[in-house]
């Protein structure tokens, strides 16, 4: 096989520090070599990674750190072990490196992080699904940043997270670790939590890169056939927001192939784009195991070795979790087939990287001796996340809950803690393969909350999540005919590779509730008592049976794996001591049939006269209810947003202090600054920032907090667009009574889109602009023109709207 390397002169990473030329320049290439791997210390039987079991590493750990590591792989994270005994053990290999390798550097530990640092007895957050339906960056910053701290302070420099993965299809298994399925609020949520990390001195790893969410019917690993468009107008966006605003310092590649093309060996994805287009600096990793499957999977490549290749050139820095194919590289460059100055360029970034995060000058004198990874903040923030998160989808009244009412609660996952984490927790990555560990850290069920709450409630079991035995129905049956109201608690069990109902490969090929929960929820119905349905999923379930006319619950909350504190949260919503404000961060499927499906569609990709089948969601994105209610309106647009086009982002104030996390920026202006009316029809030149207002009004009786949701009709594109696209967003919390006027400054790039030569661009014509309480609702609508020539984006346009609350 002919293997074409990449211009390797312009591909240098530039600005390394003399520090790390002159290191550079001493090593050998086994030396070199030994940077560009990682080491799984810990891997054995446990399937936490893809065909794990089949792909153990054969060298011994001592053999492979001869000359140097790149990266330790999970040392926390592989199996339940004592952090204070871990810490004591990884200070003492750090010390061993640097005493015992010619060079002296250390390793860069990795881990995972997505719901919180997976180790045993760290704080489990909720799934990214959960931040995207808060609609709040703000708190995921917060989130972050104290995960950021328990990794730090116990020697971990990098974690594989965020997900910024835009959700397009419900079947694929891996949607619980994506945070929307509109690109603009996977992007702000995402640099949230990157700076946030990094605030705490670990790198964020972006993933993954990109279109993996796009594989075809929902399969894991999939080809993707997404189109150059798609491409530029979904899926990278918020990749390029995490590099350029968040400042990101890693990126791993996605597993899938894009048109016959694996990701894995793309130096258009690789150098072209992240690296030239985008300036980023940093390292790209692997996913585990990626770079062989280049020869075992994709079948692009003969030999371990030659898929080494085609990844390094490709642009892939380091190989992950072990040394499979990348010790090949010697012979390439011994044959001469690859330049070692390939090797060059990514042994140039690891050790930047190394620089970066103190590596070179550490001695790992004192490892850490003591240490919460579940303290009151931990706690107080997986709170306040799970509470802003849960989706109110239904309520005929049957919520809040009454006090002194005779409580049922029933179902499988009512009283599992398993149930309120996702695939990337600790608890269902590891611990299931440990029976009997205990999980290390209070995690209260629903059914626990409820009776710190209300006292005494009688419960059952009912059924299990899966599985088609129904000898639990006639128990649950009779609890529900002796109660005044039953919450009935189901939905999915999280875990990997066909153990659980979703995860990582977990994929569905029917989005009905697993097993026979909705004929257990069916049959509680049927007693006439008064059902409040309450669902832990990892995925949107296709639910018109349980949300359309007049025979199915009287009430139902969608909570997508909550975490630690789910239980107590959701005890407080059902009990009205807290009012729901999330909103469905992805649409709610009316069946399997209609995916993929996204709300991001245009006109034919609806309903229409001209086919028999009908997508439409359920419930739409961003759609969420309350126990209060609020009124919107004064829609208004001003063509002087206070921003040149290409010219910097300028912010205001945090509307709890301070700057805004990933530049989408909330804070209390005085009153009657800055935005004035111009009509009902402005004009806008194309490529200006512009102003948009609008006034949020709690009219009902407690205090809540709405999401305030802008979207954009494009008329007469070159292209087609999307029926409504998401402009701008803001969450706002409001006593009874009590207004306030949220001004947005929208940058032109919010506007754009990918023309018919594939620039992206704002075209003149018309657009309407519309204020409601989800992508299909309208309380107000003004149109606006774009005027001028054509406006072609610049790298360095704004991506990000600022946002401005100002209080009555």
């Keep these: 096989m002919t293997i074409h390397h990449t211009d390797v002169g312009a591909a240098l990473t530039p600005g390394v520090s003399p520090r790390v030329q002159a290191l550079l320049a001493e090593m050998t290439l086994d030396e070199k070599l030994a940077q560009l791997v990682g080491y799984w210390v810990d891997q054995g039987d446990e399937v936490v990674a893809p065909l794990s079991g089949e792909k153990v590493t054969s060298t011994a750990y001592a053999d492979a750190t001869v000359h140097g590591l790149g990266h330790l792989t999970r040392v926390y994270g592989t199996r339940p072990v004592d952090p204070i005994e871990r810490a004591e053990w990884l200070w003492g290999e750090q010390r061993r490196l640097k005493a015992e390798t010619r060079l002296g550097i250390p390793a860069i530990v990795h881990e995972e992080c997505l719901t919180g640092f997976a180790a045993w007895k760290a704080a489990t957050f909720p799934t990214p699904l959960a931040w995207g339906a ?50 603009y609020v996977v992007g702000t949520i995402g640099t949230a939590y990157v700076r946030g990390l990094q605030s705490a001195g670990v790198h964020a790893t972006l993933k993954h890169f990109v279109g993996y969410s796009a594989s075809r019917a929902g399969r894991n690993h999939a080809p993707v056939s997404a189109g150059p468009r798609e491409l530029q107008d979904v899926f990278l966006p918020p990749f390029e927001m ?3 605003d968040g400042g990101a310092r890693s990126v791993m590649n996605a597993y899938v192939e894009i048109d016959g093309v694996p990701i894995a060996s793309s130096p258009e994805i690789f150098t072209d784009l992240l690296r030239r287009r985008w300036g980023f600096d940093g390292t790209v990793v692997s996913d585990y195991f990626a770079v062989e499957f280049l020869r075992s999977m994709h079948g692009v490549a003969d030999s371990l070795g030659e898929a080494a ?25 011994a044959s001469g087939a690859l330049p070692e100055a390939v090797v060059d360029r990514a ?7 190394k620089e970066d995060l103190g590596l070179l000058d550490a001695d790992f004198a004192d490892a850490p001796t003591e240490i919460d990874l579940d303290d009151a903040e931990h706690r107080a923030l997986a709170y306040r996340l799970a509470l802003e998160s849960a989706v109110l989808l239904r309520n005929d009244g049957a919520l809040p809950l009454a006090e002194g009412r005779r409580i049922a609660v029933i179902g499988p996952n009512a009283d599992s803690a398993e149930a309120l984490m996702g695939c990337y927790s600790f608890a269902n990555h590891v611990l299931a ?17 409820l009776v710190d709450r209300f006292g005494e409630v009688s419960s059952a079991f009912g059924c299990a999540v899966e599985g088609s035995d129904t000898d639990g129905f006639a128990e649950a049956v009779a609890v529900a ?30 989005l009905e509730l697993p097993g026979v929960q909705r004929q257990l929820v069916e049959a509680i119905v049927a007693t006439g008592t008064p059902v409040v349905l309450v669902l832990l999923t990892g995925r949107p379930y296709a639910l018109s049976w349980a949300l359309d006319g007049d025979t199915g619950p009287a009430a139902v909350l969608q909570a997508f794996f909550p975490g630690e504190e789910g239980g107590s949260a959701l005890a407080a919503l059902l009990a009205g001591d807290a009012t729901p404000s999330g909103r469905l961060p992805v649409s709610l499927p009316r069946s399997a049939g209609a995916q993929p499906y996204s709300y991001l569609h245009p006109l034919l990709g609806g309903p229409s006269g001209v086919t028999s089948t ?11 209810l309350s126990y209060t209610t609020f009124a919107r309106g004064e829609l208004r647009v001003d063509g002087a947003g206070g921003a040149e086009p290409g010219g910097p982002e300028r912010g205001t104030g945090g509307e709890r202090g301070g700057a805004g996390p990933a530049g989408h920026r909330t804070g209390d202006a005085s009153r009657g600054a800055g935005i004035s009316a111009s009509g009902t029809s402005p004009e806008v030149r194309a490529g200006d920032a512009f102003a948009v207002s609008a ?23 070159s292209v087609t667009r999307p029926v409504a696209a998401l402009v701008a967003y803001a969450r706002v919390e409001l006593d009874p009574g009590e207004s306030a006027e949220v001004r947005f400054t929208v940058p032109a790039s919010r506007l754009a889109y990918s023309d018919r030569a594939l620039r992206r661009v704002v075209e003149p014509g018309e657009v309407e602009l519309r204020l409601g309480p989800s992508c299909a609702e309208v309380d107000e609508a003004v149109s606006m023109r774009i005027t001028g020539p054509t406006y072609e984006l610049a790298l360095d346009d704004a991506r990000v709207v600022e946002v401005a609350v100002v209080r009555d």
């Design 134 to 183: 808060s609609f709040d960056p703000e708190t995921v910053e917060l989130m972050a940043s104290a995960i950021g701290r328990s990794m730090r302070d116990l020697g971990v420099h990098q974690g594989l997270s965020p997900v910024l993965d835009v959700v397009r299809d419900p079947r694929w298994g891996r949607v619980d670790e994506c945070i929307a399925e509109d690109p």
């Design 242 to 244: 995490a590099v350029r």
């Design 309 to 333: 290749q085609l990844a390094l050139e490709a642009g892939i820095d380091v190989e992950l979790p072990g040394p499979d194919a990348y010790p090949h590289l010697a012979e390439r460059v």
């Design 347 to 353: 042994v140039a970034r690891v050790l930047a990287e």
């Design 433 to 449: 393969h440990h029976p009997g560990v205990p999980l290390g850290f209070s995690l209260p069920t629903v059914r626990d909350a």
């Design 481 to 510: 005919r002796d109660a005044e109201v039953a919450i009935v608690v189901v939905g999915d069990r999280a875990g990997l590779f066909g153990r659980g109902t979703v995860g990582e490969g977990n994929d569905a090929d029917s």
């Design 614 to 624: 009908d997508p439409t969601p359920v419930r739409p994105f961003g759609f969420g």
């Design 695 to 717: 006034r949020v009004t709690n009219t009902g009786t407690v205090r809540g907090a709405d999401v305030v949701q802008v979207y954009a009709h494009r008329r007469g594109a």
